[in-house]
């Protein structure tokens, strides 16, 4: 007790010249009753903002407190920031007094006090409104987090304000934002200003600017970083509510503990992992499977082509090839009959057939003489294959997808991943909002082109397509790629997946690098995370898919037509043989494989697919793989790059898949061969 008295005497002897305390918060918080307590003066009290309009002054022990006008943040837009800015640039220590309801709301103005290198206490005030709404603060947390002293008040019943007055003797300069604080201490130095002004200056506060103008040697602080600074800020305080605040009900308590979970450095990938899977569950196995197996092959295949090519071949040429199959669909019989007059002229063969198909396992391969109808309604038929695939497979999968990523969204947890893996995306120069096209990706690259529109910048779209188009393979692809590369045992797999990641990242990189410019910072509110409304999940998906079939639909009948029309004059085995040396000399895989090169330029799955038939080796699987998922997207995806990126960049993307593909794809044969 003694040694205490003593020690309070000899502080208050050195500390004689008294200290500005300044209070400081954003309208209509409570501000003026601390400072009416503090000093014992008089000022008024409403419940509007703005009732406190000039600076006042009182004594409060050793210090002179000052009262300031509400503001959301140091900077001079309007009068009341300006004269409260101009006190704040003095203070000795700041008292913050901060709303507990809005906390989101208010920590803006907080965070960029604790960077402007000020000693600062928070007083956390309305604990009682905020206890009405159940809303629980971390107290503690909050002031780890913040690195000043954080005591919750009550200013109307005075609560709180002992603890005030013992806090404000050990206000601490709280965790600055790190890369900040020293860009901050240079430019003090340089300029000879204060931090708190170097902190304005480095925000692009007119004033401190002009007021400095003279010592700036022109150019150096010229572009302020204002922008970035206050994004960072904003993310920053959302975080933090995140992190500490808790709504006190059971749904608002299971709401809080996933959403804190989602971000959480180490669970959240965890998270992520487990969501992933579930996605995968819904998308990966009872649509892209299941559904689709029933949609393609029982309805697409033997019910729409089936009847569309046997309705056709009634008046047309054709020659059909029925294959018997047995209950493993393995070809047990077959043959061939032809009709020179289409099926109604010639009624015997027609008997002839069907009693060799009676009752059994067929499957029909028509083939019309005709080129044009060989164009309609072959193998590529644009009203055969090119309809099996827009409706009964592509319908499906888009369907899932867009489901899946609505209720991502709806529940909260998109801004979350956003948020996690936003650091990770800057180093390929994007912002956490491009996980959003990436996953997409996966489901189809096509739909995620489009997606790239929610990227900010021409930049960061023309990174994230790139790395769509010659990267990401969709699902259809990785279908197949799977099926292979079970076949081609462990190891093949982990070389493809390394070598793919590898590829990726190099990719990013080198694109973050070469472009002029840097990553925007990700801007995201991080709403709670609740259980997605039915109906609005319907409405979005249907919206969504409606549009992209729309959007994306007519190139895959482009497409098909454009095959179809390489086939028939022959140019497409002309190209194959033109491949060949490349394929045989350089990817060392059999010639047949150049075919799948030419497939993989209309549909990415085509091409894989074309690896089915071949004999290869596990390590002749991976090279064909790598090379085939580098390679070209789909015509749709290429049609819609064109549109989204104009025609110029799109060629350029498109061509350098070539030679990645092949590049690549070289390097991993003659490494692994
Ligand atoms: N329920 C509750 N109301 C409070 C508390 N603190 C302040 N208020 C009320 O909030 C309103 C604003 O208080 P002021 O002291 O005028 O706030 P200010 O920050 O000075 O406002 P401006 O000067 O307009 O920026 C008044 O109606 C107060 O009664 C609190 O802890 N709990
Ligand atoms: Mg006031």
Not at 273 to 295: E, H, R, S, W
Not at 359 to 373: D, M, S, T, W
Not at 469 to 492: D, E, H, N, Y
């Amino acid at each position: 007790m003694h040694t205490h008295q003593t020690n309070d005497k000899i502080e208050t002897k050195i500390e004689s010249k008294p200290k500005k305390l300044v209070l400081v918060g954003n309208p209509n918080v409570g501000k003026s009753i601390f400072f009416n307590y503090l000093t014992g003066l008089y000022v008024e009290v409403s419940n509007y903002p703005g009732t406190t309009v000039e600076i006042l002054k009182g004594r409060y022990k050793n210090f002179i407190v000052y009262d300031t006008p509400g503001i959301y943040g140091l900077s001079s837009f309007n009068d009341e920031e300006r004269i409260a800015k101009n006190i704040i640039i003095d203070a000795d220590i700041i008292l913050n007094i901060v709303d507990a309801v809005n906390l989101e709301r208010d920590l803006f103005l907080t965070l960029q006090l604790i960077d402007s290198g000020k000693p600062v206490v928070v007083a956390l005030n309305m604990m009682d409104e905020a206890e009405k709404k159940r809303i629980k603060i971390n107290v503690e947390q909050l002031s780890k987090i913040l690195g000043v002293p954080v005591i919750p008040t009550i200013a109307i019943k005075y609560k709180g304000f002992r603890e005030i007055t013992e806090a404000i003797e050990k206000a601490t300069i709280g965790n600055r934002d790190k890369k900040l604080a020293e860009k901050i201490k240079k430019i003090a130095n340089e300029l000879k200003v204060t931090e708190i002004e170097a902190l304005l200056i480095l925000e692009g506060d007119s004033e401190t600017i002009n007021k400095y103008r003279t010592k700036f040697n022109g150019e150096l602080y010229i572009h302020d970083e204002r922008e970035k600074i206050y994004i960072e800020r904003r993310n920053k305080a959302n975080q933090i509510v995140a992190e500490v605040t808790n709504i006190d009900t059971i749904s608002g308590r299971i709401s809080n503990f996933f959403g804190r979970i989602a971000i959480h450095p180490i669970f959240g990938l965890a998270f992520f992992i487990v969501i992933l899977y579930l996605a995968y569950i819904l998308v990966g196995k009872l649509i892209a499977q299941d559904i689709v197996d029933l949609t393609e092959n029982e309805i697409g295949k033997k019910i729409y082509e089936y009847n569309v090519r046997k309705f056709v071949a009634r008046y047309f040429p054709v020659s059909i090839k029925v294959n018997i199959l047995d209950e493993d669909d393995n070809i047990i019989d077959t043959r061939t009959f032809i009709f020179e007059n289409g099926t109604r002229a010639s009624e015997t063969t027609l008997k002839q057939m069907e009693d060799f198909a009676n009752g059994k396992n067929v499957e029909y391969e028509f083939e019309f003489k005709n080129p044009i109808l060989f164009i309609l309604f072959g193998e590529f038929g644009v009203l055969t294959m090119t309809v099996r695939y827009l409706l009964f497979l592509l319908l499906p999968l888009v369907i899932g997808f867009y489901l899946m990523l609505s209720i991502l969204e709806d529940s909260g947890y998109l801004p979350r991943l956003a948020t996690f893996v936003d650091k990770l995306m800057n180093y390929i120069g994007l912002n956490g909002k491009a996980i959003i096209p990436m996953i997409l990706g996966f489901g189809c690259v096509t739909m995620a082109t489009i997606t790239t529109r929610l990227l900010t910048t021409t930049r960061e779209k023309r990174i994230m397509t790139a790395i769509l188009q010659i990267t990401i393979p969709c699902s259809a692809q990785l279908a197949v790629i799977t099926t292979l590369l079970m076949r081609a045992g462990f190891k093949a797999t982990v070389i493809y997946a390394m070598t793919m990641f590898l590829v990726f990242v190099i990719i990013g990189l080198t694109l973050n690098k070469i472009l002029p410019g840097g990553a925007t910072p990700l801007l995201i509110d991080l709403p709670p995370m609740r259980i997605p409304r039915v109906e609005n999940l319907a409405k979005k998906t249907w919206m969504r898919t409606f549009y992209f079939i729309k959007e994306a639909g007519m190139w895959f009948f482009v497409g098909a037509f454009v095959v179809g029309l390489l086939q028939v004059t022959g140019l497409l085995d002309k190209w194959i043989q033109l491949l060949s040396p490349l394929t045989v000399n350089w990817l060392q895989l059999p010639a047949e494989a150049s075919q799948a090169f030419i497939m993989g330029i209309v549909r990415r799955d085509f091409g894989a697919a074309g690896f089915y038939s071949l004999e290869l080796t596990p390590m002749q699987t991976v090279v064909g793989l790598v090379t085939i998922t580098l390679f070209v997207p789909c015509i749709a995806s290429l049609m819609v790059m064109l549109k989204e990126r104009g025609a110029f960049e799109g060629l350029i993307i498109w061509l350098s898949s070539w030679i990645i593909a092949f590049t690549i794809g070289g390097i991993v044969s003659q490494i692994l061969i």
